[in-house]
């Protein structure tokens, strides 16, 4: 009898060691690397609309508009009635390259946006992919522990799908992390891209 209860008592604790914890196993990084990852998510997303938005300037343009500027600036600097033909000619110059840093731009642009659309594709997909393998495979194991007063009004919020609650701590679930991170990366990016 002595002995069946030590027996139950080592399976009892061995069992308790294979559940994971939040001081071993994969959660215990969890949290910060689902943030890492959803915030390199975000950056990306954020620098792809900044270059579409601002769009990336060509060596080309640079030099026209080099150009523009030093032949309107000989055109200001000849004021003379004798020196007017000149000024016109240096002028009319300026006009035709900017009709053609128009075009460039124009061209330059259309193919930033087919680029940009093909990236913005890609990148949708891997967002949802990783979210689906992040959901998978933390979905009944917490991501996060915290202390239950400081989470008190939205303790069963974040502890969603988690797994077993602890006496002192909050369990973060993946969903509440993955929309919190999301979040506070969205903010983040907007305050770096301004």
């Not at 004798?82 to 642009?109: V, Y």
């Not at 979905?139 to 007063?149: G, I, L, N, T, Y």
Request: with cysteine.
């Amino acid at each position: 009898m002595w002995r069946h209860q030590e027996e139950e008592f080592f399976f009892r604790n061995h069992r308790e060691d294979e559940e994971p914890k939040m001081d071993g196993g994969r959660s215990s990084m969890a949290a910060p690397v689902i943030f890492f990852i959803v915030s390199v998510l975000q950056l990306t997303t954020r620098y792809l609309h900044h270059i579409k938005k601002n769009g990336a300037i060509s060596a080309e343009e640079i030099e026209l508009r080099r150009e523009i500027k030093k032949l309107l600036k000989e055109a200001a600097s000849l004021s003379q009635p004798s020196t007017f033909a000149q000024a016109a000619k240096l002028r009319r110059m300026a006009a035709a390259k900017e009709k053609k840093l128009l075009k460039s731009q124009e061209l330059h642009g259309k193919e930033i946006q087919s680029s940009y659309d093909s990236y913005v594709k890609v990148l949708v997909v891997v967002k949802w992919f990783t979210y689906f393998v992040l959901v998978c495979w933390f979905w009944r194991v917490p991501v996060a522990a915290v202390s239950k007063p400081l989470m008190q009004p939205f303790g069963r919020i974040l502890s969603w799908k988690s797994g077993e609650p602890d006496n002192d701590n909050v369990m973060v679930g993946i969903m509440p992390w993955l929309i919190i991170s999301n979040r506070v990366s969205r903010y983040v990016c907007q305050k770096f891209f301004k």
